[in-house]
């Protein structure tokens, strides 16, 4: 007798609303990204299978039509490996969701698990020097509200080397209003922190509560309806505001700015104050050193102490002398023809 097939539909729900947040405690933002992933492979599965995203079955999620999504995200959606990669990964942690609750899918979970991850380039991170961060965090009118918000938002992004997430998401009560003199930053993988801040920052967000709309809602930063904050509403004011920073320093409109080269910027520069990778990792809650390495990478400082430090080999003196022009002849015409010169 066949055995009964299962619809995705239940689990995933399931999965994405009591698993990941309650049982894993996974961030808002990771079941943000993994409900994402859901959503491109269904869509894409459907359009392939023919069916309803809502009646497609476990066992129709198998590798071949797995593979073939992670084909059509780097082709046709053009998505990098990196991009591709964290798809796969949300895919094999939903199956090892399934393994205690369907075995009948051991088998496919297996195959889907074999799927390799692909290797995706080291670049050097992008950061920003000190003028150009400068002109980035004078840009803001301070004369407006949207403006006052929008320094405090900055200056709190680099100081704390804060992801755009933990900005976004960072609530009254994570802040120290009596001294204004550190933030609590409840960071990835839930592993939290507390920064000390300089006084310009501590200055900013002052600032900000100030003229900050009376509301119940916990947020520290909101958007123009009083509503919280978004990741694309912080990349949005970002853009608008490294645009304005540009006609000061002209070499940030040939950069790249995302609200992660604001943490990035903070690692260099701290790092370059402090000549400790230990206290960068630090500073920006990272889980091991391995992950604060890039940052060594890309500071040229670091590769000039260690050339500084080390002996270069010696050179043998010596002189040129022109051959011998009898001898030189002579050894032209003792060669053999080539004829295929």
């Not at 809502?54 to 991009?83: V, Y």
């Not at 540009?246 to 701290?270: E, F, Q, Y």
């Amino acid at each position: 007798m066949e055995a009964p097939h299962d619809c995705a539909r239940p689990y995933l729900s399931s999965f994405l609303r009591e698993h990941l947040p309650k049982e894993r405690r996974a961030s808002q933002h990771t079941c943000e990204a993994y409900a994402q992933s859901f959503q491109l492979l269904l869509q894409f599965a459907a359009g392939r299978l023919k069916l309803k995203p809502s009646k497609i079955e476990i066992e129709r999620l198998d590798a071949p039509l797995i593979l073939a999504f992670l084909e059509h995200l780097e082709r046709q959606r053009g998505n990098s490996a990196r991009t591709r990669n964290a798809r796969l990964a949300a895919i094999n942690s939903f199956f090892r969701y399934l393994e205690y609750r369907v075995p009948s899918c051991l088998d496919q979970s297996r195959r889907l698990h074999a799927i390799p991850m692909k290797k995706t380039d080291q670049a050097l991170v992008g950061y920003l020097t000190r003028d150009e961060l400068q002109a980035l965090l004078d840009a803001p009118d301070a004369s407006t509200v949207s403006g006052i918000r929008d320094r405090a938002m900055l200056h709190l992004a680099f100081a704390a080397g804060m992801r755009v997430s933990e900005l976004v998401g960072l609530r009254l009560d994570q802040i120290d209003r009596q001294t204004m003199s550190s933030v609590h930053i409840m960071g990835k993988g839930r592993r939290e922190r507390v920064l000390p801040l300089w006084k310009q920052t501590a200055a900013a967000v002052k600032a900000w509560l100030k003229v900050r709309p009376v509301t119940d809602a916990p947020e520290l930063f909101f958007n123009a309806r009083a509503q919280a904050m978004t990741r694309s509403g912080f990349e949005y004011i970002l853009t608008k505001h490294v645009a304005a920073a540009a006609r000061k320093a002209p070499s940030i409109a040939g950069k790249s700015v995302s609200p992660h080269v604001l943490r990035h910027t903070c690692a260099m520069h701290t790092l370059q104050a402090t000549r400790d990778v230990r206290k960068v990792s630090l500073w920006l809650g990272h889980a091991s050193l391995q992950s604060t390495e890039i940052y060594l990478r890309a500071d040229p400082t670091e590769k000039l102490e260690a050339l500084a430090a080390m002996s270069p080999p010696m050179l043998t003196p010596g002189r040129f002398r022109a051959p011998d022009k009898l001898l030189a002849m002579l050894n032209v015409a003792g060669r053999k023809p080539n004829y295929a010169e």
